[in-house]
């Protein structure tokens, strides 16, 4: 079992809908978990970061933690072209800088 | 714009040879992490450098090894390249607060023929 997991996708949605990208963790020793989108080419840039268990919204984005179910998502609400890339996951392990990655989904936004 | 600037951009190597990568931390942070990214996957933690010394070490051989500086930037060398190397090598900077969000530099794209 990877400590990370994310279905790879794709993930297709309609332009302005909501994007639902979902992941577990295997450590129940973590404690923080962030979400990261990489553009094809480019390095991962965060997006979100979260704690403690319930939502936290920024803007369009919303992160959501159950330590209970070991299960993150990320939700993007009126999905824009502009979002489609590929969203990381990953769990802080030992400290923020060990991070754990899964592998990945691919999100494209159809206009 | 992180603060994090890697460099070179891309690199060419073959088989063998054995290859340099540069970071320059943010100004400020003492900590450096290292990260491979092979094609289709999430990146991988190699090593972490915290005040010149390593700090943590993921799942690389040795061939796999790195340096900070005073001025706490990095390097990672790679001795003895295998085609597998190639990937996307990522550096993040900061002050090493346990809940510090991590923020990479734009990468070395490594190719090993």
């Known amino acids: 079992q990877k400590e990370v997991e994310q279905n790879s996708g794709p993930l297709s949605v309609p332009e302005g809908a909501i994007a639902s990208l979902n992941c577990t963790y295997s450590d129940r020793v973590s404690q923080s978990f962030f979400w990261y989108r990489q553009y094809s080419g480019k390095s991962p840039e965060l997006i979100m970061s979260?704690?403690?268990?319930g939502d936290k919204e920024d803007g369009r984005f919303t992160a959501q933690l159950n330590k209970a179910s070991q299960y993150v998502s990320l939700l993007i609400r009126d999905s824009q072209p502009s979002d489609s890339a590929t969203y990381l996951c990953?769990?802080?392990?030992?400290?923020?800088?060990?991070?754990?990655f899964g592998q990945g989904t691919r999100l494209t936004i159809n206009p | 714009e992180t603060g994090v600037t890697q460099s070179p951009t891309h690199l060419i190597k073959t088989r063998g040879q054995q290859v340099t990568l540069r970071c320059s931390s943010q100004s400020g942070h003492n900590t450096v992490s290292w990260y491979q990214q092979a094609l289709g996957q999430g990146p991988q933690f190699i090593f972490q450098?915290?005040?010149?010394?390593?700090?943590g070490r993921g799942n690389f051989p040795p061939r796999f090894s790195g340096l900070q500086f005073p001025n706490y930037s990095s390097e990672l060398n790679v001795n003895a390249l295998e085609l597998d190397d190639s990937a996307l090598y990522l550096c993040?900077?900061?002050?090493?607060?346990?809940?510090?969000?991590?923020?990479f530099g734009s990468g070395t794209q490594l190719s090993v023929l």
């Open positions: 979260i704690y403690s268990n």
């Open positions: 990953a769990a802080a392990r030992g400290g923020a800088q060990k991070l754990v």
């Open positions: 993040a900077s900061s002050t090493g607060g346990s809940n510090e969000k991590l923020f």
């Open positions: 450098y915290y005040r010149e010394e390593e700090n």
